[in-house]
């Protein structure tokens, strides 16, 4: 366990959210955009934005860090109407304790060489070594107060966008660390965004945000309930467990078809009562959870 700037960036919610995207073994695509009878979202809905805790499912665990710098959603409608999903770490302050023991404890170990910390900023000093080269290295993050909470700033950053008039969603993936040439936001830095066709619907208290990207005949899936008023259950068209789901592939199919096209892939075009059998079977979409906090 190191204390580097590099573990913030590993347990950043955005890390998360590429986890379940990217780590899930095989993906299941629709035909066609799904609910068949859902309403179209044309502006972002109030239901949805706040700010958000991840919250870790059964069976899973948080790290000592995840546990002390905790992963937040943040999701707000933006100026044009549109939805914005930004990702950020939080420090409470009920923790700073914890934190400074944890911190302690890196620095009897040797890990650290020592450490400031202040109402807006920990510094650190780490002893670096690769190939045979030491050297003394000087990190730091800023923090922020809000509320009863710390916002590690260098964690904060937009992940989704999702802009319903134009049918599109932009996904910030890659950060570079030049800083763009821009009189007006001088420190921002640049970003690169993936561009997907959009189809937002909604049926109840379900928001159904399926996505296509390039010449991609099929769509992929993002579905947010309401829970709770201060719970949303979020599930992405990725199998939870595929040996599991290939050992109970006839119900699945007797619920709806699942065409297998290749070893990471499966189509469906279920019905909306089909669709709504399969969102209800716990184990067989990768599921995130998330807690309003404000």
């Known amino acids: 366990m190191k204390l580097e700037s590099s573990v913030l960036k590993k347990i950043t919610p955005a890390v998360i959210l590429l986890a379940v995207l990217t780590t899930a073994c095989t993906n299941v695509y ?18 949805l934005t706040g700010l958000y805790l991840f919250e870790p499912g059964a069976g ?59 109402e807006s900023a920990i510094t650190c000093t780490v002893q670096k070594e690769e190939e045979g080269r030491i050297w003394v290295e000087e990190q730091s993050v800023a923090l922020i107060k809000s509320g009863s909470w710390y916002v590690v700033a260098q964690s904060a950053k937009p992940y989704w966008l999702f802009d319903f ?29 993936d561009t997907a066709s959009l189809v937002a619907l909604q049926k109840a208290k379900t928001w159904y945000f399926n996505t296509r990207k390039g010449d991609e005949k099929a769509w992929s899936l993002v579905c947010v309930e309401q829970a709770a008023d201060d719970v949303l259950v979020v599930k992405f ?10 050992e109970r592939a006839a119900y699945y199919n007797a619920i709806t078809p699942f065409r297998k096209e290749s070893d990471t892939r499966y189509l469906i075009n279920p019905t909306d009562a089909a669709l709504e059998h399969l969102l209800q079977e716990e184990q067989l979409f990768e599921t995130v959870r998330l807690r309003k906090i404000e």
């Not at 993936?173 to 830095?189: H, I, M, R, V």
């Not at 068209?237 to 290939?246: G, I, Q």
Request: hydrophobic share 30%.
């Open 237 to 246: 068209s990725s199998l939870d467990n595929k040996a599991a789901f290939e």
């Open 60 to 118: 899973e665990t948080l790290s000592e860090w995840e546990q002390l710098l905790r992963p937040c959603f943040r999701i707000e409608a933006t100026d044009k109407g549109n939805l914005l999903v930004s990702t950020e770490n939080r420090l409470h302050t009920r923790d700073v304790s914890k934190l400074k023991k944890a911190l302690d404890t890196q620095k009897q170990e040797g890990k650290l060489l020592d450490y400031q910390m202040t």
């Open 30 to 47: 629709f035909e066609n955009p799904v609910p068949q009878r859902g309403e179209r979202v044309r502006a972002a809905p109030s239901e």
């Open 165 to 193: 008039e134009a049918g599109r969603q932009l996904e910030y993936k890659t950060e570079k660390s030049t800083p763009a040439n821009s009189d007006w936001f001088p420190d921002a830095g640049l970003t690169q965004a």
